[in-house]
């Protein structure tokens, strides 16, 4: 299935890369507010041609263990120890991915239903400990205009200093339209 999608993904970027399309960033995770987002973004942009979606999930963090490796004096051995965690890397990332694809599906899903041309979609995944930057880095190697995504209930701690991924979104993207989705 995954290499499907990244046959798709290549697809979408080379019938678009040089179109006037409008690219946009849709960041979708399991919640119903997301969900929302996703009928709402569909159902708003069915009718117009020049819109391509990526639908955007990014992954749990990958856990310390596998971000490095003990290391060794050795080069050999350094070199040994560096392709088995880029080895076990790939393994969590595919396990990630079909554990998670639940989520793409579903969005794809719903922009379906919403009426959108889904020759105009794209699904991608990241994962990172902060979201808002793999977003944003998304955003950018993607050559994408707009980033949308939803709003979440914010504590009111949250409220008075700050935080979240739309906040942050909304003050490091630079360059971008942000439509935020309550």
């Known amino acids: 299935m995954f290499q499907e999608v990244e046959q798709k993904v290549e697809k979408v970027e080379k019938e678009t890369s040089t179109s006037a399309a409008v690219r946009i960033l849709l960041a979708v995770d399991e919640s119903e507010n997301s969900h929302r987002v996703v009928r709402y973004v569909g159902s708003l942009l069915s009718r117009t041609p020049d819109a391509v979606i ?24 350094e070199a040994q120890l560096s392709m088995q965690l880029r080895n076990e890397q790939d393994a969590w990332i595919r396990k990630e991915r079909e554990s998670e694809c ?32 793999n977003i944003l880095e998304e955003a950018r190697s993607g050559h994408h205009d707009t980033i949308v995504v939803g709003r979440q209930g914010v504590s009111r701690i949250k409220q008075i200093f700050g935080g979240g991924t739309t906040d942050h979104l909304l003050h490091a993207a630079k360059g971008f339209a942000i439509w935020v989705v309550a």
């Open 54 to 77: 990526t639908l955007f999930h990014v992954l749990k963090p990958m856990p310390r263990r596998l971000l490095e490796h003990g290391g060794s004096e050795n080069p050999a051995v």
């Open 102 to 133: 639940h989520v793409l599906k579903q969005a794809c899903e719903t922009l379906a239903q919403s009426g959108f041309d889904m020759s105009r979609v794209a699904v991608k995944y990241g994962h990172d400990d902060d979201i808002a930057r």
